[in-house]
């Protein structure tokens, strides 16, 4: 199989690892959203605190997330790339989301995300997972 080849493979497996992560969100399960993530993940957040390290701060995270989001829950990809190499790659993507601020305002929030992979034993992990906002 060529490098080229190789290649497309890997942006095709971490393409469908992304979605399939925003299809978990969705459907607010947890095992699903966790299943790809490295137990030693580091997130840069939108929400504080602005660093968590460790699966069960990243699992805990979301907590936050799903009394915050609307129903049914809104965590679409509106735009992705993906630059991979042999063993590390990064998805960069617009995505959107939806909520009720404590105001009781309900929002739609477009946010950017960066995500680090790392290919440990085959498999495509996330190990660094950032999400941002533009100032406003």
Known sequence: MSVGNDRAMDESAIRELVESWARAVRAKD????????????????????????????????????????????????DDMNITAGSD????????????????GERIRLEFRLTVGLRKLDGQWTIVHEHHSIPAA
């Open 30 to 77: 947890l095992d699903g959203i966790l299943a790809h993530h490295s137990a030693d993940i580091l997130m840069f957040d939108v929400p504080p605190p602005l660093a968590l390290k460790g699966i069960d701060a990243y699992r805990k995270s979301w907590d936050q997330f799903f009394v915050w989001s609307e129903e049914p829950v809104v965590f679409d990809i």
């Open 88 to 103: 590390v790659a990064f998805v960069a993507a617009l995505m959107r989301c939806a909520g009720t601020e404590k105001s």
